[in-house]
């Protein structure tokens, strides 16, 4: 598939027309305008294919400013958007007020955030921060700001980007640690044992979503959405690509033609990687594959006593 990527096609929207309607119709709002694509949808994460074009896809971007400005000028920002081209390569241009869905075109920058974060900015309490699932926060930073003179907009979005608390990232891994040996260790080889196909395959995507979450910590990024989330790793190189290709290997088995073995030589293989990562990171002193044991010592290094305490396996 070689389908010009949609966050492309909003760039050149914006360059080729939306930069120059803004300076000329609405000049006294562009200082505050920000723009770009960032939000829901495949293209803002640059996954977008062929397939993608047959739902909510086409050139398209956003328009954000302060609540108060939107609520002042939006019919007279409608205006200036209804002149821009009704298409770009032949592709339906998706500004129309009826084309959006809420994904683009004027947004206020409260309004965006609090969609995702329930909070109209970056969150500032360690509560705050545990109630945002973490694939809002990366539909929240992900995609590109074109422009953003005032800078408001993106100083939410650094906020973010500079991700969760130490201690909260901290908590993650040590429950992602006995996530993924509960399910990978641990059951999926009893329920293989057992012929308990359906079992195992529960086991090893709940390993394989742990194994994912870990790879995102570990680099201090935002999981994705999971239909996104292995393609999303993939990139997280050399440790991503590794662990993405070995994933990839151990959901292509075969419970009735390959062996309890072979399943678990490529999860202690993968366990062990982690747990190097874990090291490496100062959050771990012994090179033990077993992940359970792995959790608790991991969240010994929290330094908020309410954190630390939490049963190992919560968060």
């Not at 990527?5 to 939306?18: N, P």
């Not at 032949?90 to 969609?115: K, W």
Request: charged fraction near 25%; aromatic fraction near 10%; glycine fraction near 6%.
């Amino acid at each position: 598939m070689t389908t010009q990527r949609g966050l492309d096609y909003a760039r050149r929207l914006y360059e080729e027309y939306g930069r120059e309607l803004i300076a000329t119709e609405l000049a006294d709002l562009e200082p505050v305008i920000a723009t770009g694509l960032v939000g829901e949808g495949s293209e803002c994460f640059g996954f977008d294919d062929d397939i993608s074009q047959d739902h909510d896809w086409g050139p398209a971007f956003c328009l954000w400013l302060p609540e108060a400005l939107l609520a002042e000028h939006g019919e007279r920002i409608e205006r200036a958007l209804s002149r821009l081209p009704a298409q770009l390569d032949g592709h339906a241009v998706r500004m129309a007020p009826e084309e959006r869905i809420g994904r683009v075109g004027p947004l206020s920058i409260e309004g965006f955030y609090r969609r995702f974060l329930n909070v109209p900015g970056c969150p500032e309490t360690l509560a705050q921060w545990r109630a945002i699932p973490e694939t809002y926060l990366a539909v929240a930073t992900n995609g590109e700001v074109f422009c953003d003179p005032a800078g408001t907009f993106s100083a939410i979005r650094a906020g973010l980007l500079e991700f969760y608390p130490e201690d909260l990232r901290i908590k993650k891994l040590a429950a992602r640690c006995v996530a993924a040996s509960q399910a990978g260790q641990y059951n999926l080889p009893r329920m293989l044992t057992r012929y308990a196909y359906t079992s195992a395959s529960i086991c090893r995507a709940r390993f394989t979503e742990a194994i994912i979450s870990m790879v995102f910590l570990l680099h201090r990024k935002y999981m994705p959405f999971y239909k996104w989330a292995d393609k999303a790793m993939a990139r997280l190189s050399p440790l991503g690509a590794g662990i993405a290709a070995s994933l990839e290997q151990l959901n292509c088995l075969s419970p009735v033609e390959n062996s309890r073995e072979q399943f678990s030589d490529i999860v202690e293989d993968i366990c062990l990687r982690m747990v190097d990562c874990l090291i490496e990171q100062g959050l771990a002193t012994i090179r033990d594959p077993w992940l359970y044991e792995q959790g608790p010592q991991v969240q010994s290094r929290i330094a908020s006593e309410a954190l630390r305490r939490m049963p190992v396996q919560f968060e």
